[in-house]
């Protein structure tokens, strides 16, 4: 079991954003900015291409609603969405606010308390229910 599934399945806390019975969504623990956010399949698969179609578009419209939740409870410019997916075998999506294309600098991390957090994941998860 990787660690995203046992984020997913509560054995390990995590700031959640959002979920649904096949995706969740929260909040990164070494952030490039603000409300940095990983959504991730509850299905284990490693490599986001090798998703099955029908999955794929379904984690694309989840990541969509969890991207207009983030720029709802966070303006900017737009949502960033960059899929990496080297440090982690389980395939997911980076959702990051920016403003430029300078904000997403995976080599820059920015320090977020935990109450911070705690604030930015009900902020986002807020948004999400109310879409």
């Known amino acids: ?10 054995e390990i806390p995590s ?13 990164d623990i070494n952030p490039v900015g603000k409300a940095h956010t990983l959504v991730i399949p509850r299905r284990e698969v490693d490599y986001i291409f090798d998703m099955e179609d029908d999955e ?12 207009r939740a983030i720029r709802t409870a966070f303006p900017c410019r737009k949502v960033a969405q960059i899929v990496l997916g080297l440090e982690v075998d389980h395939a997911h999506i980076h959702l990051v606010p920016i403003n430029s294309e300078a904000d997403v600098d995976f080599h820059k991390h920015v320090k977020v308390s935990d109450d911070e957090q705690k604030e930015i994941a009900a902020k986002i998860l807020t948004a999400f229910q109310s879409l």
């Open 56 to 67: 794929l578009a379904e984690f694309q419209v989840f990541a969509k609603k969890v991207a």
């Open 1 to 10: 079991m990787t660690i995203f599934s046992k984020i997913a399945a509560g």
């Open 15 to 27: 700031y959640k954003c959002a979920e649904s019975d096949k995706f969740y969504a929260f909040l």
